[in-house]
C-alpha cells in the first residue's frame, strides 16, 4: 500500500473538555460541522451511544458524486479520544483520530487523519488536484463552525 497522506488541525476553545467531547461524540453533530456543498446526512448510528464499535453511515455528494461512507469506532476513551475509521467509501484508507486535550479551562481540539486514494498513479494526481484541497476546505469550514458554537481563546 502506498504511503497515507496525514493531515492534522489544531483549534483552542474556551469550553471544558467534557462539554467539547460530548459534542463531537453525537454522530448528529457532524451535519453542523460539515460544509452545506457537500449535503451531508447521517443515515443510522449503531449501536447507540457511540462506543467502540459503532457503525455510522452518511450519505453525501462530492463534486456532484452521490457517495454513501461507512465509519467504525475503532477507538473510544471519553472524552480523550475516539478514532474512526472508514470502512466503506471512497477512500482506500480514511482514519481520522479525534483528540480532546484540557488546557486550563479550555479545550484543544487535535484532528489527524490518514488517508489514501485508490486507484494509483490517478489517485496520486487527484490528490494534487483537488483532493487535498478538498480535505482542507472542509476542515477550514470545520474549524469555523466549531468557533461559532464554542467561541475563541
Not at 462506543?51 to 467504525?72: A, V
Amino acid at each position: 500500500m502506498a504511503t497515507p497522506y496525514k493531515v492534522t488541525f489544531n483549534q483552542l476553545v474556551p469550553r471544558p473538555l467534557e462539554e467539547v467531547f460530548a459534542f463531537f461524540s453525537r454522530a448528529e453533530n457532524l451535519e453542523v460541522i460539515t460544509p452545506q456543498w457537500l449535503r451531508f446526512q447521517v443515515i443510522s448510528v449503531a449501536p447507540e451511544p457511540i462506543q467502540k464499535g459503532t457503525l455510522i453511515e452518511y450519505r453525501l455528494k462530492l463534486h456532484g458524486l452521490p457517495l454513501r461512507w461507512t465509519s467504525q469506532i475503532v477507538e473510544w476513551d471519553p472524552p480523550h479520544k475516539f478514532v474512526d475509521l472508514q470502512v466503506q467509501g471512497p477512500y482506500k484508507l480514511w482514519r481520522h483520530t479525534h483528540l480532546f486535550i484540557p488546557e486550563g479551562g479550555n479545550t484543544r481540539i487535535c484532528d489527524e487523519v490518514l488517508y489514501s486514494l485508490p486507484i494509483g498513479p490517478l489517485g496520486r494526481l487527484a490528490h494534487s488536484l483537488f483532493v487535498r484541497q478538498d480535505v482542507e476546505r472542509i476542515f477550514a469550514f470545520r474549524a469555523s463552525a466549531v468557533r461559532t458554537r464554542f467561541g475563541q481563546v
